[in-house]
C-alpha cells in the first residue's frame, strides 16, 4: 500500500497537468482554427492598412519601450540587489506597483503625471512639449507596465552572482566597470534576456494603460491590441480574430528567435 502512493500520487499529477495544459492550449488552438475560416477577413484595403500600421506602430514602440526598460532597469536592479538599506526596500516595493495597478488605473496615473494638465505635462506642455495623446505616450505606457518583469529578473540574476568572483578581479586590479562589464554582465545575461523578453511581451501587449493616455489614433497611437478592439467592437469579429492570431504569431516568433540564440550563446 505504502508502495502505491507515489503511482497514485503522479497519475493524479499527470492528470490535473493535462487538464492545466488542455486549459491553456484549447484559447490558442480555438483561435487559430477560427482564423482559418476567417483568412479573408483582412483582404479588404482599409482592414489590411490598419493591421499594418498597427503592426509596424507595435513593433517600434514596445522595441524603444525594451531599450528604455534594459537601460534603466539594469543599473536599478544591480543596486537593489546589492543594497540592503531601508530606502532600497521601499523602492522594490514601489517597482510592483504596475504589475498591481489595474490598467485603466494605471493609464490615468500616467495621464496625471504626463499629461497637458499634468504635473510634468503641464510644465512640458508651456514649452511646447506634449506628451498625451502622442506616439510617446505609448512608448511611455508600455515602459510603464512592463519594467517590473525586466527589473525582477534582473534583480535575481545579480543576487545569485558568485561575489569573489567579483572580489577576485577587483584584487587583480580591474577597475569596478571592467567589473561589472567582464564579470558582472556575463554571469547574469540569461536572467537579462529571459527579463527583457518578458518585458517586450508585456509592452507588445500592453491595451488599458494606453488607451486611457494615448488613444487609439491610427498610425499614431493605435497599437495591435487597439485595433484588435477597434475591429471587435465595430463588430467586425473576423478582422479582429485574424489580427489577433497576426499578434500571437509575432510573439511566438520572436519568443522562438531569442531560444535558438540564448541556446548557441551558451
Known sequence: MIGSRPTRIWVLMWILAAIGIAFLALPVVSLFWRAIDYRDAVSDARTRGILVDAVMLSLVTSALAMVLVVGFGTPLAYVLARSQSRFAKIVDAVIDLPILLPPAVAGIALLTAFGRAGTLGGWLDDRGVQIGFTTTAVVLAQVFVSSPFFIRSARAGFMRIDRNL??????????????????????????????????????????????????????????????IYERFGGGDLPAAIVMSVVLLGISVVFLVMVRVVGERSV
Open 166 to 227: 567579483e572580489d577576485a578581479a577587483a584584487d587583480l586590479g580591474a577597475p569596478p566597470f571592467t567589473v561589472f562589464r567582464r564579470i558582472t554582465l556575463p554571469l547574469v545575461r540569461n536572467s537579462l534576456v529571459a527579463g527583457a523578453v518578458l518585458a517586450w511581451a508585456r509592452a507588445l501587449g500592453e491595451f488599458g494603460a494606453t488607451i486611457m493616455f494615448a488613444g487609439s489614433r491610427r498610425g499614431v497611437t493605435q497599437t495591435m491590441p487597439l485595433a
